[in-house]
Nanobody, 116 residues
Framework: QVQLVESGGGLVQPGGSLRLSCAAS????????MYWYRQAPGKQREFVAS???????NYADSVKGRFTISRDSAKKTVYLQMNSLKPEDTAVYYC??????????WGQGTQVTVSS
């Protein structure tokens, strides 16, 4: 069984930065991909960024150039550095891991609020 725990969310002013972390526990097999998604009130959950166990990254157009995803495989942790935050980035941010062997798991989410 894999568990994911997100942290680092909070309240930040527009233009500010936050760094989210997602720590995994349990057996995680490679190859795998770790993701960040977000869900704003009244909206569907949407893809934000992903990173493979080989280090390849992908981003939603809305966050390109502002967000950076990274991972520390030894610590089984994925990060999301969010810069130049906008009010429309306000959402609950979730991490997910997918592996053909381990399966798919989601974290419980962390709230990010961008407001003055």
């Amino acid at each position: 069984q894999v568990q994911l725990v997100e942290s680092g969310g909070g309240l930040v002013q527009p233009g500010g930065s936050l760094r989210l972390s997602c720590a995994a526990s349990g057996s995680i097999f490679s190859p795998n991909t770790m993701y960040w998604y977000r869900q704003a009130p009244g909206k569907q959950r949407e893809f934000v960024a992903s990173i493979t166990s080989g280090g390849s990254t992908n981003y939603a157009d809305s966050v390109k150039g502002r967000f950076t995803i990274s991972r520390d495989s030894a610590k089984k942790t994925v990060y999301l550095q969010m810069n130049s935050l906008k009010p429309e980035d306000t959402a609950v941010y979730y991490c997910k891991i997918n592996s053909r062997i381990s399966g798919t798991y989601w974290g419980q989410g962390t709230q990010v609020t961008v407001s003055s």
